[in-house]
């Protein structure tokens, strides 16, 4: 009799995780992980899955950023912007006179200001957020290459090796880069989950109104959300910059912004705010990785691989649209 009443009531919870967006995802990363070391031979080797380690473990870190904007409803398209033009003029400060780590300060105080800038503009200004990042991205970048730097690839200024050396280095054999994305995820695991701020960032994404008549601080919360998300740009960028030895500012006009929404929507965090999890994020990242990581050994056009981006985030966003509808009914319920 307990066996018989046991099944029925665990079995909704296995077959509701393989009908649910993370479920589909898990499934589809592990297709794509046999398939490709199936037929890839090189893609299996030890030296290529550390390199896919490293490369998403950047990626992975960007979208920790996106997804707390995104879940507050919200999104960021200026934080490549904000990357390179930030840790670039940090790097001409130091070549110019400035200690490295006065500039990297330097560096990480001008992202923050743009970051509360652009949450000025949408708390205040009332922008909606994908007009007042689209164009406060082109601000930033245009001023770091007017006033701040000319080249576009900047290198580590000499005699600090040990800021290069950072970001090669391993703890435990596992590559730093890997071990700050772990921490940072159990970082803002713990912001979202077990934080007063934490719960106002769902509570504004589930259901603003609500949430102001509850007295969340609606301003400034929207200032904080961007102000992270800035700040987590940064910081991606430093670790980027340490492990090649140079951050390029032609990553502004590539498409890392579009992989981190990739990664965003993909692993499942509703762009309609309220819903999602860091778990969300690194089931994102992991598969987008995957992704690309097989293509790029499959020596496939790049032309060609955006467009594999391109459709699979187009597929994404209406699977996130079926899966979390919003309509006014909702909207007044706060339902996702």
Not at 32 to 42: D, E, H
Not at 51 to 76: F, K, N, Y
Not at 188 to 193: A, D, K, M, P, V
């Amino acid at each position: 009799m307990s066996t018989t009443n046991a099944n029925p009531a665990n079995a909704p919870r296995v077959s509701g995780l393989f009908k649910s967006q993370e479920g589909i995802v898990l499934i589809l990363a592990f297709v794509a992980f046999v398939a490709f070391s199936l037929l890839l031979p090189s893609f299996f080797s030890a030296g290529n899955l550390l390199t896919l380690v490293r490369s998403v473990s950047i990626l992975g870190i960007l979208a920790l950023g996106m997804a707390i904007v995104v879940i507050g409803r919200g999104i960021d398209v200026s934080m490549i912007a904000t990357m390179v033009v930030s840790v670039s003029w940090a790097f001409v400060l130091a070549r110019s006179g400035y200690s490295l780590e006065v500039s990297l300060v330097i560096g990480a105080l001008f992202a923050l200001c743009a970051g509360v800038a652009i949450g000025i503009l949408v708390a205040f200004g009332e922008v909606p957020p994908i007009f007042a990042t689209l164009a406060a991205g082109s601000v930033i970048y245009g001023l770091g290459r007017t006033f701040f730097f000319q080249l576009e690839m900047q290198n580590v200024p000499p005699g600090h090796e040990w800021f290069s050396l950072f970001g090669q280095a391993r703890i435990l054999g596992i590559p730093i880069t890997v071990v700050t994305f772990g921490v940072l995820c159990i970082l803002i695991h713990f912001l979202l989950s077990r934080t007063r701020f934490g719960w106002q960032v769902y509570a504004m994404g589930n259901n603003p109104e609500a949430a102001r008549i509850t007295g969340v601080p609606s301003r400034p919360m929207i200032l904080a959300q961007y102000a992270v998300s800035a700040f987590v740009a940064y910081g991606a960028g430093l670790i980027l910059a340490s492990s090649a030895s140079a951050i390029n500012a032609r990553l502004f006009n590539s498409t890392m912004i579009y992989d981190i929404l990739l990664v965003v929507v993909l692993g499942g965090i509703g762009l309609n705010g309220g819903h999602g999890k860091v778990r969300n994020v690194v089931l994102g990242t992991i598969f987008v990785g995957i992704l690309l990581n097989g293509m790029t050994i499959l020596n496939i056009d790049y032309t060609i691989q955006n467009l594999v981006k391109g459709v699979v985030l187009l597929l994404a966003i209406v699977i996130d649209s079926l899966v979390n509808p919003r309509d006014e009914q909702t909207s007044q319920q706060g339902d996702l």
